[in-house]
């Protein structure tokens, strides 16, 4: 397939940490046909979400999660354009700089299937709405959800792997109690966790 056709999947997310779920749902969109690449975006330091890891770590968490399971393949990529604040924190924002960056190719915004009741409090729900096609994945369990009117989307009609069934959140919460986490989250994301202490006081 020539470059200036390249379908590129645009997975962003505070990724807080990036575990299991995130690496099964990168594996699914590979595996879906509909794209040729994932670029991978963990969302900056935002002012909506103070609690968040800081970027960085967030970033360095992504990068090893990605290594880890997609080591060599270039269908898999790492940005860190809103990290480094190239692009805004919102989707919106995130679409118009690939858009700029990648004039060429078509791109499709991965959104969680949970999110899709929020997509009219997103900013800019009318730009995102003309802009954006939406690839929408859900969890194991989960429902498909109905689209509100308007949207360009496409619905991955299975979810991501029925081994993997976790959040973010619930992670969080492990860590900090000090669960174990096989199975749950990548070999060295777990040790940079450890390491950098992260989640460690709740």
Known sequence: MSASLKRVALFGGAFDP??????ATVSLLLSSGLIDQV????CGDRPDKPHTSPAADRLAMAHLAVESRFCGDSRVQVSDAQVAGRAGYATVDLLSHFKKEMPSAELLVVVGAELVPELHTWREPETLKQLAHLLVV????APEPLMPAGWKATMLLQPYSDEVEVSSTELREKIA????????????VREYCVQKGLYAGG
């Open 18 to 23: 990036f575990h299991n779920g995130h690496l």
């Open 39 to 42: 670029l991978v975006v963990p």
């Open 138 to 141: 859900r969890r194991p369990g």
């Open 177 to 188: 109690a000090g669960e174990p986490l096989q199975g749950l989250l990548p070999a060295p």
